[in-house]
């Protein structure tokens, strides 16, 4: 299996590799007593590396966008690539409610189709700027994360009274998981 998917150990091989003879020459050949445990790692990692990871402004217009920053150009970057075929897209659903759609499925680097599978993700602010920095007085919102389905991500965005917050022109950091 390659990401977006989980893996095990099995995924690079049979299990627990086992030399078939000795090692020849150690400093430039790699035995299964050190290939082991990187196949052991590299599995182990898969199933709580990020899947995805983008940034956003806060929007009252129906659609939000990916935006991007002099250090990161495109805004968003996945498993899968940040091309715009496969980026995320974000809707403003309501006020201070967004929603991330992922694409179903995506192709790997060697030529495999997997399919998305959403578990959680995590939302913060990055940065308060635009028309209403002052009214916010520099005070983060309250924000919590949903999963509707293994593609979809609602976020829910409040301000320090209580109510739905679009938090125009501030800028968002998604990890999804």
């Not at 495109?74 to 690539?81: L, Y």
């Amino acid at each position: 299996m390659t990401l977006p998917k989980s893996s095990s150990i099995n995924a690079y091989g049979s299990g627990v590799l086992v030399d078939a003879v000795p090692l020849v020459d150690p400093t430039s050949e790699l035995g299964a007593a050190a290939l082991n445990p990187l196949r052991n790692d590299v599995a182990a990692m898969t199933a709580t590396v990020p899947r995805c990871i983008l940034q956003f402004t806060g929007t009252s217009s129906p659609t939000a966008s990916i935006f991007s920053s002099a250090t990161w150009t495109a805004g968003n970057d996945s498993n899968w690539g940040n091309a715009f075929a496969v980026q995320p897209v974000i809707y403003r659903v309501s006020t201070g409610q967004y929603m991330i759609k992922l694409p179903s499925t995506v192709s790997d680097q060697i030529g495999g189709t997997n399919l998305v599978s959403v578990r959680m993700a995590s939302c913060q602010m990055i940065s308060i700027t635009g028309p209403n920095t002052n009214a916010y007085n520099l005070v983060a919102p309250f924000i919590s994360t949903n999963t509707s389905d293994s593609v979809t991500v609602y976020i829910s965005v409040w301000n320090r009274n209580g109510d739905y917050d679009d938090y125009v022109g501030a800028k968002f950091g998604v990890v999804i998981y």
